[in-house]
Every structure is written in structure tokens, then in C-alpha cells.
């Protein structure tokens, strides 16, 4: 079983759309939780932290479940720029530092 | 204050040769993470140095990869006797304690 599951789509939605991305994870005592962008051939960039209380940034809300262990982003109001792929990140409880555990994305096209 | 530069950013290799593979982290960063990225697939951890250390190597293939990060200069990921499979986009990251900051990768082609 894969660390970090994620559907990987691809998700093809109008522009104006709102869409939702979901992730599970293995490891229960995982500490960290994080979304990642990352367009075609190019780095990942963090987009957003996860947190248990839920957190939003502009038309980005993300959520976790640890009871769960499940990790959600939703996007409201696509736009044409968010076409993007979406990474499923989190982090172990060993070691001190953050090695990153990444999911292999969910791929996201926002048409006209 | 540049960010994490890598270099080449792309690096073709016949079957055989060796690939050099560079990263010089975020000035005052003295962590340095190499991650792979296979074609459709995430991005896997590969290893975990600080100066002159190797932390943390469990990602790395026992064969053929070597890191290292030395006192001066870049951290080098080394590919001795590279394979098609070793064909990937290789990131590296730097951190002072936490929070990433991603270079641009550099892609390796072997033909």
C-alpha cells in the first residue's frame, strides 16, 4: 500500500467550477500535512499547510481527518490558471527534519 | 538572494557514463534534500544531508547513487553507470530548519 493515496484524475472542469481533491495517508502518527502545486515539467510549490481545524486561503479550503486519515482540497471558482498538478504531501514523525512524503498527484485541466 | 539553483537543467547520458547532478541551497540553508520524480509518478525521497553529513540516505538506491555536501560548494548527487531507468527529474530542496524551498530540477535523459 502507497504512503499517500490520491485519485489522480484527471479532473476536467468548466472555468467557475468548483472541484475537490482527496487523499488518504498510511501512517497514523504523521505529523505535517501539505498541498502542493506543481505545473507541467516544472518544481512543486507549496500552495497550502493542512490542518485539523480546516483552513482557507482565498478560493482554497483544505481539511483533515485524522480520525481518518484523510486530506481534502477544495477549489471554488476554477479558473484557467489553476490547471495544475495537485500533490498530497505529508510528513513521518521520525527523524526531526521534514522529509517529505508525496503522493503522485492528482491532475486538474480548467477549460473555457 | 537567489533561491536553490540546479545545474544543467537538462542532462542527457548514454547508457554507462556517469551523471553529475548539482545544487547550490538558498544562502544561510544548510539542509539539502534530493528528491526523484519518475515519469506519472510523485516525487520519492532520496536523501538528507546537512554540511559535510549524510542524515538520512534510506531513499537512495544501494547501488550506483552517491551524495554528498561538502564544506564548500554545491551538493553533488552523483549516477555512476547510468541506466534508462534512471531516466527522472531530480529536485533538490534547501531548508534552514523548516519549510522547502524547491530548485527547478534537472532532467536526465539516458539514451
Known amino acids: 500500500r502507497k504512503e499517500v493515496e490520491q485519485d489522480p484524475g484527471p479532473f476536467n472542469v468548466p472555468e467557475g467550477a468548483t472541484v475537490a481533491f482527496n487523499c488518504t495517508y498510511s501512517?497514523?502518527?504523521?505529523?505535517?500535512f501539505f498541498w502542493y502545486r506543481q505545473d507541467c515539467r516544472k518544481e512543486p510549490k507549496l500552495l497550502m499547510s493542512?490542518?485539523?481545524s480546516g483552513n482557507e486561503d482565498g478560493r482554497f479550503t483544505a481539511q483533515l481527518n485524522r480520525a481518518s486519515q484523510y486530506i481534502s482540497l477544495l477549489i471554488r471558482d476554477s479558473k484557467l490558471s489553476d490547471s495544475a498538478t495537485y500533490l498530497c504531501v505529508v510528513t513521518p514523525t521520525s527523524g526531526g527534519y521534514n522529509k517529505l512524503i508525496f503522493g503522485a498527484g492528482t491532475r486538474l485541466a480548467v477549460h473555457p | 538572494n537567489a533561491g536553490v539553483m540546479q545545474n544543467p537543467r537538462h542532462l542527457v547520458r548514454r547508457r554507462g557514463q556517469e551523471a553529475r547532478l548539482r545544487c547550490s541551497p538558498m544562502k544561510g540553508h544548510s539542509h539539502v534534500y534530493w528528491y526523484r520524480q519518475l515519469p506519472e509518478e510523485g516525487l520519492k525521497f532520496m536523501v538528507y544531508?546537512?554540511?559535510?553529513?549524510?542524515?538520512?540516505e534510506s531513499g537512495m538506491p544501494k547501488e550506483r547513487f552517491s551524495a554528498e555536501f561538502p564544506k564548500e560548494g554545491p551538493s553533488i548527487l552523483r549516477i555512476q553507470q547510468v541506466v534508462r531507468g534512471d531516466s527522472a527529474a531530480y529536485f533538490c530542496?534547501?531548508?534552514?530548519?523548516?519549510?522547502?524551498?524547491f530548485g527547478s530540477g534537472t532532467r536526465l535523459t539516458v539514451v
Open positions: 493542512v490542518y485539523s
Open positions: 544531508l546537512q554540511k559535510e553529513n549524510i542524515i538520512d
Open positions: 501512517n497514523s502518527a504523521s505529523q505535517s
Open positions: 530542496a534547501s531548508s534552514p530548519n523548516e519549510g522547502y524551498t
